[in-house]
């Protein structure tokens, strides 16, 4: 039985022979070893550093074949009323803010990342990357925090740990400082609209926006 099996199965309000922490957290600690896996294997040289987006797919489509095959549906990880034109301005106000706290960065410090082969990355950044990061570090991570109802602030933060865990392999704590702030900014956002499209969107630009200034 899979660890989002066990979270769908999971009362509303557990019973007290259900609250034994070793089975309450195993979906919480699965998914966090799950996404924290490649990273922790590139660092360690057990896997190739060229191999992290390979990996990071895979990573993804697991979590969320589990949480489909637990019986979740794609409204619940966030994937409905695209339409919310109030979630779409409030996306725009993070994007932009965030932008220019970006740029801001590049005027007070200096980095040296080199920018990837762009028109070859681009698509599978935009349409396939920042998808499967969203998902997996802001819609999955809310149904396991509602389900031990440890939502609210708990989720945001939980969140943004977990984003900042898939940017292990990089090697930077400077990165990893900046996704984790990022992923209490868009955390913060999905807790309140559960709309997954305005945040794919919206990482998909911030990314270009990093990659294009260095900064990732």
């Known amino acids: ?32 070893l799950l996404l924290a896996a490649p990273g922790l ?46 979630h779409w301005l409030g996306a725009i106000a993070v994007t932009s803010l965030i932008s220019g706290i970006m740029l801001l960065q590049t005027r007070l410090f200096s980095f040296d990342a080199q920018p990837p082969a762009w028109l070859s990355f681009a698509p ?20 396991i925090t ?6 609210g602030w708990a989720y945001v933060l939980y969140s943004a740990a977990l984003f900042s ?16 702030l990022l992923g209490v900014v868009w955390g913060f956002v999905y807790w309140r609209t559960l709309n997954i499209w305005p945040l794919i969107v919206s990482h998909a630009v911030v990314g270009t926006l990093a990659f294009s200034l260095g900064l990732a």
């Not at 935009?126 to 998902?135: A, D, N």
């Not at 509602?146 to 939502?151: K, L, S």
């Open 1 to 32: 039985m899979g660890p989002m099996t066990i979270l769908r199965r999971f009362p509303a309000y557990p019973s007290p022979a259900a609250r034994h922490p070793a089975l309450r957290f195993a979906p919480l600690a699965g998914l966090t």
């Open 41 to 86: 294997a590139i660092q360690f040289g057990l896997l190739p550093f060229e191999y992290r987006m390979g990996a990071l797919i895979t990573v993804s489509a697991l979590c969320i074949g589990l949480c489909l095959w637990a019986g979740f549906s794609f409204s619940e990880l966030g994937f409905g009323r695209p339409h919310q034109w109030r």
């Open 124 to 143: 599978f950044y935009v349409l396939v990357s920042s998808p499967c990061q969203e998902v997996v570090c802001r819609s999955i991570p809310k149904l």
């Open 146 to 151: 509602d389900r031990m109802q440890h939502g």
């Open 165 to 180: 865990l898939i940017h292990l392999c990089y090697g930077d704590p400077a990165l990893l400082l900046n996704t984790f």
